[in-house]
């Protein structure tokens, strides 16, 4: 059974500062590997999405990482932004398309 | 083009009540998603149409939580008997059939007394 989790469940950070958030997952044998980002009282929003057979993908600030054999995927926040305050969760895709969900990091970007 | 839509926002209920929460999907989405989050954790998928058949509900406490897409479009749930620990955001996602990506609406907040 897949379990996925997310340390740190919380960090601060001040603003300008690179950071990086961790994701793990138990069964390497998963689809994709999406990141979201949560605002409060908002729905989930897509970042990122990588494919199993692709190790990163980029999308402006944002860069994804996927080592399946560490069962590891990492999101790393360039420049950091005060709008960039939100949570973060991934979520690990089976070949179903159901998605298995960490917990997330909640971030704070301080000004 | 308008995204998932939810209604209501904000459902504060006693226990042993009912409620229900109502879901439009993107235009053209054949797959729709009922999520529940309970604070601090992720989404727990409760159950997955295809169009207006059921692909999953396993967990989906069917003593209690009851959901229909009748016409293969909108979508509701139901709760009835409500308990404490159903308190948290319902997410209702949809997707292109066979696509990847999930379309989130804002979710349902609901809170039983």
């Known amino acids: 059974k897949q379990e996925v989790t997310q340390i740190p469940a919380a960090l601060s950070v001040p603003e300008g500062e690179n950071l990086v958030l961790n994701c793990s997952f138990t069964?390497?044998?998963?689809?994709?590997l999406q990141w979201f980002r949560q605002d409060p009282g908002k729905g989930l929003t897509s970042l990122l999405l990588?494919?199993?057979s692709q190790r990163e993908q980029t999308s402006g600030r944002l860069n994804a990482s996927l080592d399946k054999s560490s069962g590891r995927s990492t999101l790393y926040i360039a420049a950091s932004q005060p709008g960039d305050s939100a949570t973060y969760l991934c979520?690990?895709?089976?070949?179903?398309?159901?998605?298995?969900w960490g917990a997330g990091t909640k971030l704070i970007i301080k000004p | 083009e308008a995204g998932v839509a939810q209604s209501p926002r904000y459902k504060i209920i006693e226990k042993r009540q009912s409620v229900a929460f109502w879901c439009n999907p993107i235009?053209?989405?054949?797959?729709l998603y009922w999520y529940q989050q309970i604070l601090g954790q992720g989404p727990k998928l409760l159950i997955q149409?295809?169009?207006?058949?059921?692909?999953?509900d396993s967990q989906l406490p069917k003593d209690r939580f009851s959901a229909e897409r009748l016409k293969g479009v909108d979508s509701t749930l139901k709760i009835q008997p409500a308990k404490l620990e159903d308190s948290a955001v319902y997410l209702c996602?949809?997707?292109?059939?066979?696509?990847?990506?999930?379309?989130f609406g804002p979710g349902t907040r609901l809170l039983v007394l």
């Open positions: 996602a949809s997707s292109l059939l066979g696509a990847e990506t999930q379309y």
């Open positions: 235009s053209g989405h054949a797959t």
């Open positions: 149409f295809q169009n207006n058949g059921v692909v999953d």
């Open positions: 069964d390497s044998a998963i689809y994709n």
């Open positions: 990588i494919q199993s």
């Open positions: 979520a690990a895709s089976s070949s179903n398309y159901q998605l298995i």
